[in-house]
Each structure stands twice: as C-alpha cells, then as structure tokens.
C-alpha cells in the first residue's frame, strides 16, 4: 500500500514475489484499473486470459483461476504467477471488486500459498474517509484478513516521507497493527537520502516491524522489473525485504504458520422472474 503514487508500491509486489516464491506458491493480485497498471502487459505476452475470462456471477474452478494467470520466473528460479486483466487497451473497463475479502476469496480458490495485493487506493485518505462515513474502508479490511503483512511504501524524499508519517499517524489512530507492518523507503536517485528521509526511518523504526531502504536502480528504470537485470543492492535489498515480511508474520502467529481459513462460499444469485 501506498500513500501516494510514484512510491515504488509495483516494483515492491514484484521483488516480494520474486523472494516468496521459494517458500509457497505466489501470486500477485493486480487491483489497478488496465490503462493504469504495468502488469496487464505480463499477460498480454503470454497469451492468457486473465480476470476477464473470471465471470463474477458463476463458480470458478482452481484450474480455471491458475490458467487465466501469467507466469514468471524469480531471480532464484521459483514461478510466481500475476492475476490482472490482460485484454486490450480499447476493450469495456472490468468492474474490479473494492472489498478486499471478494479477492481473499478469489485467492483461496486460486489454492495459492503466498498472496501479494498490488493495491491502488491512497492509503491515509481511505482511512480517513472510512472513519468519516462509519464505513470500514479498504485498508481495514487489507489488515483485518488472516495473517496479513502490510507493506507500506514511499518515495525515499521529503514529501515521500511526509506523506508516510501522515499515512502512520493514521493507522496508528485507528488502531491498526503497525507491529507487523513493514515500510519501504524507494530511492529515486543515486546518492545518500536526504537528512528527513533519514530521521523519519529512525523514528519509524521503533513503531513498525521493519523499515527497509531500497535502492535506486537505473536497469528497472530503463527496463521494467526484470529480475535478470537488478543490481546486486536491488538484491540484497529485495532479500531483506522478504526475509522482514516472513519475520513479521511468523513473530505474530508463529512457525510454521498456521493454515488460513477457508471463506464460505457466496450462494449463486437468484435472478427474480
């Protein structure tokens, strides 16, 4: 999650499934609209169908929802897949779904072990207009599913960081788990993060599970997220990033985890006659 864009949030779901991948079977749910997100061109390429091809309204299959998959490969060799929608830049808009238990459920039938939500909506301000309205709001609902790790991302500058703090006093004031949330500064640039950057991850240090600095990488830049391509500091950074993440959620309900619930299955809708 993010609390803005251009916070590195995409770059992040990828580098975490590229690591996670050699603990389970990994998938990246891609919660962004087409025209908006870089993960559609995954499918494309590979010819699949992706969310179009999962009616809303009827009973999906394991099979049916692993084969409308792209599939990747990690650094390490480990396939991850990447659930968006692939269809072309002209076609009618998917109607995604906005309660995050509609994609849980969506993943538990998927049968996948690790599920990595690329999300979209502006971290703070969903809270604060979820605690405007009485409503729970997206990012409650992110947490509150079983043995979540919330990673927060930011731009490594000074408005990044503001921003950041702003989107932790939030989530503090609600009381959501900032135990078990992980934060991720991204550097934009070569060189040494400014001095705001610097003490706002000291101070967030001590409030969250873990704050991890990654850098800047020209090969992303001009090529995509191509794990064949990072630099040895992407990569020891996207290893300190997985290892936090799999610290986070065995400190909170131990090793080895325990098996998730299942959600119940929806009834089919009765259309009336």
Avoid: F, K
Avoid at 134 to 149: A, F, K, S
Avoid at 208 to 234: C, E, F, K, M
Wanted: glycine share 8%; charged share 10%; hydrophobic share 45%.
């Amino acid at each position: 999650m993010a609390a803005t864009g251009g916070s590195g949030r995409t770059t992040v779901a990828g580098l975490l499934a590229s690591g996670l991948a050699a603990s389970g079977s990994t998938v990246v749910l891609d919660l962004a609209p087409r025209l908006s997100s870089p993960w559609p061109a995954r499918l494309a390429e590979q010819g699949v169908g992706g969310l179009a091809v999962l009616p809303p309204d009827q009973p999906l299959t394991r099979s049916a929802v692993q084969q409308a998959c792209a599939v990747n490969t990690g650094a390490n060799g480990a396939r991850w897949q990447v659930l968006s929608d692939g269809r072309e830049w002209h076609t009618q808009p998917l109607a995604l779904p906005e309660p995050p238990a509609a994609w849980y459920q969506l993943a538990a039938i998927g049968g996948w072990q690790i599920v990595i939500a690329d999300t979209v909506h502006p971290l703070a301000h969903d809270i604060l207009a979820a605690r405007c309205a009485g409503e729970l709001g997206q990012t409650r609902g992110w947490y509150e599913l079983p043995y979540t790790v919330p990673v927060v991302c930011a731009a490594a500058t000074a408005d990044g960081i503001r921003a950041l703090q702003q989107a932790v006093m939030a989530l503090h004031a609600e009381g959501l788990p900032l135990q078990h949330t992980v934060v991720v500064l991204a550097d934009t640039a070569h060189g040494r993060p400014p001095a705001a950057v610097r003490a706002g991850a000291t101070m967030l240090t001590a409030r969250t599970a873990a704050v991890v600095h990654l850098p800047y990488d020209p090969q992303i830049r001009a090529h995509g997220l191509n794990t064949a391509r990072l630099r040895s500091r992407t990569r020891q950074a996207a290893a300190q990033l997985t290892g936090a993440v799999l610290a986070a959620a065995h400190t909170t309900w131990g090793r080895p985890l325990p098996d998730a619930p299942q959600p119940a299955p929806l009834a089919p809708a009765v259309t009336a006659s």
